[in-house]
């Protein structure tokens, strides 16, 4: 997938609207171990799919447990794991868990134990950050067990290889002691993983210095309960997982729905408590207040500042409350994921933020307390850090910046945030954008997260950016353009398709292509839908698809009688301007840049000889297998280009700020270069950049 390296946001002026959660990264982790211990088929329901379940997905195939996605037309996909129950098929394996510390730790002491006892040699590794989040304590944790464990770069930290042989017995006569408060997940993992080596006796885990994190420890024992395993704890000290008297003891419950993810929650919540502030709310569908995820709690913290929360069965309901919003002083022990949008929050209160008790911050993704730290002042805020805490005092002058995401999907989540400026409480709001840098991190856990943001949230038409790129008939603008806004993260207009539908509509009603009110009046209510996603490049008219039909030479022909109707070019004037929408939209036609959008940023017109052109279009038409003459190709262009230049309603000319692009002689790649780099040098975040890196 191409890479976009920055998504520049516009000033957000409010929000309301639905959005439905992607799964919890967290239990859909544990799922899909526990499901591949167990014997038998679990069909999981709403697991997360994003760049750490898709590792974990990997390590078990290549563990041989069976992996199927089943995709149900129009519904969710559901994923179907078959266990290994609790024998190892593969004695051999090397897996690559990316930056997924919820597959990196629990896989650790499972192949560690199913090693000893039955035989193996496994390595786990990950990308460069992966091999500087400790998992020293759980190695501590293990070889007393007896597992053989080499940490195969620096000490502490992944890569790591697990060896063993078969027959091995592990001592589990004794205590199993870890540390707690450097990360929960040590902990987890040996949940997770000794009911394998539950033979004849119960095995007891102590827990030493204070377990930092709960809520995730409470996430894995009711999962494990799920999976047939009442683990007992006594306080937060000391868990006996029962003996299993040699039997597998994870059983499969055969189905398991996986809840919203609580911690992306957090994003919406505080999206209400600042945005929501015209009466609608914004509606999380996917975890409610009964949620089993600790990051739920978070909640409280954004009504302390100021959100309106209702809740249901699996819903969240959030309005600005106070406003501006208050600040807090919360010890954020128990939240410390969605922590990370509070301190977003403070950028919008009357007063400062003190968020404590998140010394884990500086072992996640990225050294978080850093991060959030450098980022919240380039926007101007005030902050101060240490050890385990950030304080953050709102910007007393807002300024735009270029914004570091750290590799960290957190980071760019909470950052988005800022976008929503125009609505500090002062006398003189800001009205700023925000670049957000390397904004596809997000897939590790919300692959669709700028999406979902921007269906919710409003901005003026003015302060959506817009390219136009207009030229004549095959000169490859619509090529450019969608390469263009592929690269920006933007929205696409392709006008053209818009008059070749309107053609369409009105051969199809019987209605001739010169009868202008006719046409106009079909113009007015064209039910016309763009596939987006998976459905990207296909078109329905009134529900049927016309993508192929579209796309004809007929239909071009037809689109250009059409479109030379004044009343037919007013009737399709608000369907194309209704295309601005944030973060900016690249339109391409005749007239974007000198009718439809006369202030657009940047303004392109495509030139390239008629002779090319044909050529071009001739070699698209024989690629695609269809029966073309060059000549008549030619005379075709030529008869369109005449037709469209000399109409009276929006002639084909270049807008006079339009700059022109003659590409008759460079690839499509150089043209997408020359309009980004125009683009560059017109956008606010030129400078910011270039001194950034
Ligand atoms: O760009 P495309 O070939 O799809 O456009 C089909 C026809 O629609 C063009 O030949 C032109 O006459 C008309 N058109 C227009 N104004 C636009 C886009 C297309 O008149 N903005």
């Known amino acids: 997938m191409l890479r976009i390296p920055a998504l520049d946001l516009p000033p957000l002026q409010g929000a309301d609207g639905t959005v439905h959660l992607p799964g919890s990264k967290s239990i859909s982790n544990r799922v899909l171990l526990l499901a591949g211990l167990a014997a038998g088929e679990t069909v999981v329901h709403g697991l997360l799919d994003s760049d750490d379940t898709q590792v974990m997905l990997a390590a078990l195939a290549a ?107 592990l001592n589990t006569g004794e205590p199993i002691r870890v540390r707690g408060d450097v990360s929960s997940q040590f902990l987890t993992a040996l949940l997770l993983a000794l009911p394998l080596a539950t033979g004849e006796r119960d095995i007891v885990i102590e827990v030493q210095g204070e377990l930092i994190s709960k809520p995730y420890i409470e996430i894995t024992l009711n999962l494990l309960a799920r999976f047939g395993i009442e683990v007992r704890r006594e306080g937060w000290q000391r868990f006996t997982l029962p003996c299993s008297h040699g039997a597998s003891p994870y059983r499969s419950p055969g189905r398991v729905d996986v809840e919203g993810d609580a911690s992306s929650a957090s994003y919406f919540v505080a999206l209400g408590a600042i945005a929501a502030h015209g009466g609608a709310p914004v509606r999380i569908e996917g975890v409610g207040l009964d949620s089993i995820q600790g990051d739920i709690r ?25 406003w501006p919003l208050a600040g807090i002083t919360l010890d954020c022990n128990h939240i410390p994921d969605a922590a990370m949008t509070l301190a977003v929050m403070a950028l919008y209160a009357d007063s400062p933020t003190r968020l404590t008790g998140i010394a884990s911050w500086r072992v996640k993704e ?26 953050v005092s709102p910007p007393t002058t807002w300024r735009t910046a270029a914004l570091h995401t750290y590799d960290d999907h957190r980071m760019a989540m909470c950052l988005s945030l800022a976008a929503f400026n125009p609505l500090v409480a002062t006398a003189a709001p800001p009205s700023l954008p925000i670049r957000i840098l390397d904004p596809q991190c997000v897939a ?77 009046a079909i113009a007015q209510t064209l039910d016309l839908r763009f596939g987006q996603g998976l459905e990207a490049g296909r078109t329905w008219l009134r529900g049927r698809e016309i993508t192929h039909d579209l796309r004809q030479e007929s239909t071009g022909l037809l689109a250009s009688r059409v479109s030379a109707l004044p009343a037919v070019r007013a009737a399709l004037r608000g369907l194309q301007q209704a295309f601005r929408r944030a973060p900016g939209l690249v339109a391409d036609g005749r007239d974007m840049g000198t009718a439809l959008f006369p202030q657009a940023a940047l303004k392109v017109f495509l030139t390239a000889s008629a002779a090319e052109r044909a050529e071009r279009r001739h070699k698209q038409l024989i690629s695609k ?69």
Request: charged content about 25%; proline content about 6%.
């Open 444 to 520: 590790k856990t919300f692959p669709d997260y700028f999406e979902s943001l921007l269906d919710l949230a409003q901005a003026r038409p003015e302060d959506v950016p817009v390219i136009t790129i207009d030229g004549p008939t095959a000169s490859g603008k619509g090529t450019l353009a969608a390469e263009v806004a592929a690269a920006l993260g933007w929205h696409l207009l392709d006008s053209g398709a818009l008059y070749r539908a309107a053609g369409l509509a009105a051969v199809a009603d019987g209605v001739l292509p010169d009868d202008e009110g006719g046409v106009a």
């Open 625 to 693: 297998g269809i029966a073309a003459n060059i000549d008549s190709l030619r005379a075709d262009l030529e008869a369109r280009d005449a037709r469209d230049k000399g109409r009276s309603a929006s002639p084909l000319r270049p807008a006079e700020d339009a700059l022109l692009l003659d590409n008759s002689h460079l690839s499509i790649e150089a043209s997408v270069q020359q309009v980004l780099g125009w683009w560059q040098q017109r956008s606010p975040f030129a400078l910011a950049t270039a001194g950034d890196k």
């Open 63 to 169: 563990l041989g447990c069976g992996v199927r996605r089943v995709e149900q037309a129009g519904r969710e996909t559901l994923t179907h794991i078959t266990g290994l129950g609790g024998r190892l098929r593969v004695s051999q394996a090397s897996l690559f868990l990316g930056n997924a510390g919820t597959a990196m730790r629990p896989l650790a002491a499972t192949l560690a134990v199913l090693a000893s006892t039955q035989g193996g040699r496994f390595e786990l590794s990950g990308v460069p950050r992966m091999h500087e989040r400790p998992i020293g304590d759980l190695v501590d944790a293990l070889r007393p067990l007896g597992c053989q464990i080499e940490e195969l770069g620096t000490p502490g930290y992944p890569p790591l290889r697990l060896t063993g042989r078969p027959g091995g017995q």
């Open 366 to 391: 990225t050294d978080r307390i850093a991060a959030m730290a450098a980022e919240l002042q380039k926007l101007g805020a005030h902050v101060e850090a240490g050890d385990d805490f950030i304080e």
């Open 298 to 322: 978070f909640v409280d913290a954004a009504k302390a500042m100021g959100a309106q929360v209702r809740s249901g069965p699996n819903w969240l309901e959030v309005r600005r409350g106070r």
